[in-house]
């Protein structure tokens, strides 16, 4: 059974730093490609970022882009994504999956976490 469970979450003020931890098991993780995605209240979910099985491709969405960084430890099987300058926009619920197809579009991933929330206050 796969079982995809994120932690990390919390509250913190604009500007600060979280760092989010995803781990999967069920599966073999070395061979998936990850990634974050998050939702806002009254939102659709959008992705975040990816990274590829071998942790050598990344990809970031433009809103993001210079504050996260993701990464992996495939000898863990647990995604990070380390978040900087955080905006109150940023608040959401994270989730973490995983696909065996490149992209961040949701339907390439076959396993999803329950997620984690996030909340940056002003």
């Known amino acids: 059974q796969v079982q995809v469970v994120e932690s990390g979450g919390g509250s913190v003020q604009a500007g600060g730093s979280l760092r989010l931890s995803c781990t999967a098991s069920?599966?073999?993780?070395?061979?998936?490609?990850m990634g974050w995605f998050r939702q806002a209240p009254g939102k659709e979910r959008e992705g975040v970022s990816c990274?590829?099985?071998?942790?050598?491709?990344?990809y970031y969405a433009d809103s993001v882009k210079g504050r996260f960084t993701i990464s992996r430890d495939n000898a863990k099987n647990t995604l990070y994504l380390q978040m900087n300058s955080l905006k109150p926009e940023d608040t959401a619920m994270y989730y973490c999956?995983?696909?065996?197809?490149?992209?961040?579009?949701?339907?390439?991933?076959?396993?999803w976490g329950q997620g984690t929330q996030v909340t940056v206050s002003s």
């Open positions: 990274i590829s099985w071998s942790g050598g491709s990344t």
């Open positions: 069920g599966l073999t993780f070395d061979v998936y490609n």
């Open positions: 999956a995983a696909g065996t197809t490149w992209g961040l579009a949701e339907y390439k991933y076959n396993y």
